[in-house]
């Protein structure tokens, strides 16, 4: 059974009086097509970007060396783990899924050093220098952090337990889409982006299409795709990223009928052409592409961050609109906004520092 439409409501909820709780089994379950195709720059109207290597890896997305070629299936970002981790959250009862969670955050902080070195080296750009202590204890909440996100999400995708959304910025929503008209939600890799992109398909019953990373491994890819394809609801329908240059189409016309394209804007593709931003004083390179898409098709950008707050409980929070330009320099056009984006990715890193997920050292 369907509930009410609930509309966008004041500060800090998503009803129009209180808050309210969305459970993943409240929308029915029908099939969406998961399309395999790409969101790179290329396929963006309005970008020039050389293509990348097909399933090559994002320049911050986390590098794999000898342990990968060594474990194969059983590395981090193999399909053991995928299917363990998808079984531990369904098999495991609520009351003990905080003792289970914790023996894996100490388990992959102890083993995963390479990208413990990753984040401690970029938090000490963005929060300063500290000592041995505070920096273990900077590389723990984050591995601790990302670990509870993904078990929400496996429990978003994979169950019917209740989450409860809160908002902030509301007005800014409701303002954009007031009029029925196309947006372009960026994000980042900071919180759990996909739980904000899927709001806008339950709550305002607006077709979403969310645009994502495909997996390392051609074998999880698989499997991620089939657990999203079961889940797949009305009005929600997730892209993977490929070098078919069609998606870029696709979502432009989307857009022109007034539908949402939700996009991480933080990760380039390899090999494809960047804007040259800054993030915390350092020089950071940022793709074109969410930018380019949302000049060609003329609807604003809007950045939203997800950050976790508790157990199944999120706050979306939404940030003044970003307008591009459409001058004769469409090349400055794109970089300025894009630049804009970047202190926006910055505040939020700000905010919740150990909701950043990036597991790569972006800086020497």
Known sequence: MVPPSPKLGGEGGLSMRHK?????????????????????PAALPGSSSRPGAAGAASPHAPERGWSWR?????????????????FVIRATPEPLLEAVATVFAIFFYLCLRRIGAAIAANLAVALGPCGFLERQRRVFRTIWSFGWCMNERTERLTTDRPFRIETEGIDIWNELTRGGRGIVLVTAHVGNYEVGSMMPAQVERR????VREPEPEAETQAYVQGVITRFSQEGFQEHFQTDDPSLGVALYAALRRGEIV???????????????????????????????????ASVPMLPVFVFREGR?????????????ARTADRRADVAAAV???????????RRAPDQWFCFRRLWP
């Not at 089994?25 to 969101?39: C, G, K, L």
């Not at 996009?263 to 940022?286: H, K, M």
């Not at 199944?312 to 591009?324: E, G, N």
Request: aromatic residues 8%; glycine residues 8%.
């Open 207 to 210: 077709q979403v299409h969310l």
């Open 70 to 86: 060594l474990l194969r299936s059983f590395h981090v970002t193999g399909i053991f783990w995928y299917r363990f981790h998808g």
């Open 312 to 324: 199944r409980r999120y706050r979306v929070v939404f940030r003044p609109p970003i307008a591009v």
């Open 262 to 296: 939700a996009i991480q804007g933080d990760r380039p593709r390899a090999g494809a052409e960047t804007v040259d931003a800054t993030l915390f004083g350092r020089s950071f390179a940022l793709p074109p592409g969410p930018a380019a898409l949302a000049r060609a």
């Open 20 to 40: 309210m709780t969305l459970a993943a089994a409240a929308v029915p379950p029908r099939i969406r097509r998961v399309s395999t195709i790409s969101s790179g």
């Open 339 to 349: 630049r804009q984006l970047a202190g926006e990715i910055e505040g939020a890193i």
